[in-house]
């Protein structure tokens, strides 16, 4: 259990978030496509990436620490030829993982390894379809469970056939899959997807040397003639991490926050463009550039006022039960529509979000694809918040205590994405973490 005393004004600068977890997936995958060592700075050892991590060594990855904070990342010696595992591939709770591997173990011109992906009971449950079904277009050879919807999934690695497909949803972890399959079809791949996703897999494809077009309607990409080339890299902020001391400040008046070497891409900062939409103040101050733009940024306290949210969900989608708290303080009533793909992440976050506002006093509804809100205050629930072992609601809801004090139920899983995350809230506040006597 983890109790958490009202916070009083703060003025933070924080300069050692967790590193990007999306940029430290695709760090550790894509060095397997290279031909000379990589040296990656700053690698998020949150569990989801240490699944990443340790199935692409058991791929044949050689990671070696180099300096301070920098892994020296060997690819196989022979280009494309991935080890057989002997044994299961686990990623645990990592739906990035399983994804991005499926299409990447799916293709190959030369082998014919079997690869098994596992997960736990949660990532068991999550939609895998989405991705298997183009896979099986350019002929994969895959079966998983329910209709080939769910894990585990049990893959013939053979060679792929190009593919022209249009996703019907927007999704960076499809779009990845597809592009990582391609690299070893036969012909290109032509991708669209309703609104644009994350883009981390394009802009470093594009800079590590791959054919690659990216228009605003399609991304077009031809398989690899040669070994990507290998990269140097110190893996900035990650924004959803940050988000949430943006909305620890809203929630406590008169405080501010300086969040420093943060990844600025334009499809992962939108969370802030709401909170300032809403009337907090915010300043972005970008400052170098390497494969993605980085900077720091500025939060001030500001009341804030209701907002409705229908775009550009696939850039929102990881910080909408945060934003549902800052909702929970602004004056009126909020909306948000186009989101049902909250339904099937680590938890229902639609129905998990709103339990615990409800618990805290706020007026809210669910709809099939988003919810409503009416701000108000938060109190402090009689009963402790759950986390329903789902990270974001885990860390939303530690913040939202902020406001008012309360405890949390089975906060272990923050650790997945934010280890140090309880340490930085003690900087704001006292907290107590009781944890031995229970699972989390």
Known sequence: ???????????????????????????????????????????LTGQDCLSTLNIAKALGLRVQKHALNTLKLTPPKQFLHFNEPTKPLNCR????????????LASSQSQKNHYILVGDASLSKRPMGRVITPLVQMGAHIRARAQNTLAPLSILSAPLQGLHYTSPISSAQLKSALLLATLQAKDPLIFSEPSLSRDH???MLKALGAKIDITPTAISLEP??????????????????AFYFALAVVLVP????????????????????????????????????????????????????????????PFLI?????????MSVAQ?????????????????????????????????????????????????????????NDHRI???????????????????????????????????????DTHASENG
């Not at 690899?224 to 924004?239: G, T």
Request: overall charge positive.
């Open 1 to 43: 259990m983890l109790h958490i005393a009202p916070a009083p004004k703060f003025d933070l600068s924080l300069d050692h978030l967790p590193s990007d977890k999306s940029l430290s997936h695709r760090a550790l995958i894509f060095a397997l496509l290279c031909q000379k060592p990589c040296f990656v700075q700053n690698l």
């Open 93 to 104: 709770n990592s739906g990035t993982t399983m994804r991005l591997f499926s299409g990447l």
């Open 201 to 203: 897999s394009e802009r």
């Open 224 to 241: 690899l003639s040669q070994p990507l080339e290998s990269f140097e890299w110190c893996i900035p902020a990650d924004p959803s991490s």
């Open 254 to 313: 008169q405080s501010a926050v300086l969040l420093k070497n943060v990844l600025l891409n334009p499809t992962r900062i939108e969370a802030f463009k709401v909170l300032k939409k809403m009337g907090a103040h915010v300043e972005f101050h970008p400052h170098t550039t390497q494969i993605e733009p980085v900077g720091d940024i500025y939060v001030q306290h500001r009341p804030l006022k209701a907002v409705e949210i229908k775009e550009n969900i």
């Open 318 to 326: 990881d910080e909408l039960p945060a934003l549902g708290v800052a």
């Open 332 to 388: 009126g009533v909020s909306v948000v529509k186009n989101a049902k793909e909250l339904r099937v992440k680590e938890s229902d976050r639609i129905a998990t979000t709103l339990a615990n506002l409800a618990k805290m006093g706020i007026e809210c509804v669910g709809f099939e694809d988003g919810f409503q809100i009416k701000g108000g205050t938060l109190k402090r629930p009689k009963e402790p918040l759950e986390s329903f």
């Open 394 to 432: 885990a860390l939303s809801f530690a913040i939202a205590l902020l406001a008012c004090g309360g405890s949390l139920k089975n906060s272990a899983c923050m650790a997945i994405s934010f280890p140090t995350f309880k340490e930085i809230l003690g900087r704001i506040t006292p907290i107590k």
